[in-house]
């Protein structure tokens, strides 16, 4: 049967500075997840010849954008910042119709991109370089550094607005040009975000946006011989992809991907704090967040109470729509998703592991035609399940219950994955064994797995990244090259 699609206006590319259609002709829908027969926006369904017409647009401004200081490229940001801070209503709307994360998620979300860009802003003031003692007492030797040139930013859609602007901030501020690949499904929000930085009257081709299929748009841009840097964040099947293919041609790539994060629950804990962390970073946002909480390791000692806690705050939960007030849990992006998740549970019950909560659609009429998926909550799960070692992107935790502070740590690490780790414990002992040997490029102690500021560097371990950080004042060390200057009269 045919879908029979409602709304939809039509969002075009910009190249150039002008906003353009596809040369294909062709767009393609944004759907709702919340509600499937209804359109946030039709996008385009680009080319290479496109994607071409951006990296040329974004190769020629380049050069006119790094002579500028820093800080008159700080002041582009400063304007689009808050271009954004008027829009964040609106923006967050967008977000939540094409994505489904709730309103209130989404309005903070938006809130985190305006302040990372204040920030960024501020970064065109900081130095860019040394001055190093030369052994010829008659040179002068210092270091400098230089923009990368055009980056290619490919951004996914479960947050639409801080990742992408988290990545081409700092490309910006640093002297780069970017265009900008998001996700099909949230390719309205990413069009909103390139006006603010439109209307705050960035130079013509310093930011390019190009929307269409990952294989198409996404690959070229990583294939480009004329795209100097390429940042990614999405599946690691997919990131290794980029990687190599940038590889290939010797162009540096930033790979942020997958996560299996736990959260160590010590004897010593304090179980009310510990389970609203556990369900904020494992179920908010329905778990779709590389950083969410997906293995619970539980002491003996308390596992049975934590459970018990566990499950009945997860009973208070709201399933629904992210526009409606009230809605604690909105729909999963889209419907892959959705059939991702279901397949990991169906994995979970077959692997012997016990369904204690959730597990499948909400049975309410006014969800029907969304793709919600309940909490769910699995006990009895072993470290070599599917459900303990691979990342589902959904609102499920696997509970795994150890003897020793030294298993569950080792337990924990026991993954192909090392992005963030939590531990809710007021021993210092703890503490301190947690730190030195959790292998992940984010520790938080007596907070959830989830999260990370603005100003902190951020990035994993194992397959969980490529090993460089994003935010913060690391990012400098992807967006710029080092050169070092031997200067004598």
């Not at 994360?101 to 938006?110: D, R, V």
């Not at 002068?140 to 947050?159: A, D, E, Y």
């Not at 030195?436 to 007596?446: E, F, H, K, T």
Request: glycine residues 10%; contains cysteine; aromatic residues 6%.
């Amino acid at each position: 049967m045919t879908t029979k699609f409602v709304g939809g206006q039509t969002y075009l590319n910009y190249i150039n500075g002008e906003w353009q259609a596809a040369g294909t002709g062709q767009t393609v829908p944004s759907i709702n997840p919340a509600k499937k027969s209804e359109v946030v926006g039709y996008v385009q369904s680009s080319s290479l010849e496109d994607l071409n017409q951006a990296v040329a647009s974004a190769k020629s401004a380049q050069q006119g954008w790094r002579k500028l200081s820093g800080a008159a490229r700080g002041d582009y940001l400063f304007k689009a910042a808050n271009v954004l801070e008027s829009r964040i209503n609106e923006i967050a709307e967008s977000m939540t119709r094409e994505m489904g994360k709730t309103l209130p998620e989404a309005k903070g979300e938006t809130a985190r991109g305006v302040a990372i860009l204040r920030y960024y802003a501020g970064e065109g003031m900081r130095k860019i370089g040394d001055v190093i003692p030369s052994s010829d007492s008659e040179a002068l030797m210092f270091t400098t550094r230089t923009p990368l040139g055009v980056v290619g930013v490919i951004s996914p859609w479960n947050f639409p607005v801080a990742i992408p602007i988290w990545k081409m901030a700092p490309a910006l501020i640093y002297g780069n040009a970017v265009v900008l690949k998001p996700a099909q499904e949230t390719a309205v929000t990413a069009a909103k975000i390139v006006e603010c930085f439109a209307e705050a009257g960035l130079p013509a081709g310093v930011l390019n946006l190009v929307t269409g299929s990952g294989a198409v748009i996404g690959q070229g841009l990583a294939e480009h011989p004329d795209v100097n840097g390429i940042t990614f964040t999405g599946s690691n099947q997919v990131g290794k992809r980029v990687g190599q293919a940038a590889l290939a041609r010797g162009a540096k790539y930033q790979l942020e991907m997958g996560g299996k994060n736990p959260i160590l629950i010590a004897a010593d804990a304090d179980l009310d704090l510990a389970v609203d962390a556990t369900i904020s970073g494992g179920i908010r946002s329905t778990g779709q967040k590389c950083t969410a909480t997906s293995r619970v390791i539980v002491m003996s000692e308390v596992y049975e109470a934590f459970k018990e806690k566990l499950l009945s705050k997860l009973k208070g939960l709201t399933v629904g729509h992210g526009m409606d007030a009230g809605t604690w849990l909105g729909p999963c992006a889209n419907e892959n998703q959705l059939k991702t998740v279901q397949s990991y549970i169906q994995k979970g019950i077959e692997e012997g592991a016990m369904l204690l909560f959730g597990g499948s659609s909400p049975d309410h009429p006014d969800l029907a035609e969304g793709f919600y998926v309940q909490p769910t909550v699995f006990d009895k799960v072993t470290p070599e399940m599917a459900i303990a070692r691979e990342e589902i992107f959904g609102p499920v935790l696997a509970l795994i219950q150890v003897e020793s502070m030294e298993q569950a740590i080792q337990v924990a690490n026991d993954s192909d994955f090392g992005l963030s780790a939590s531990i809710y414990t007021q021993n210092i002992g703890n503490i301190l064994s947690f730190i030195q040997d959790m292998d992940a490029g984010l520790v938080r102690i007596n907070s959830e797995t989830a999260g990370v500021e603005l100003q902190a560097p951020f990035g994993g371990m194992k397959q969980s990244s490529s090993h460089s950080r994003e935010q913060g004042q690391a990012a400098i060390e992807f967006f710029t090259s080092i050169k070092t200057v031997f200067l004598k009269a």
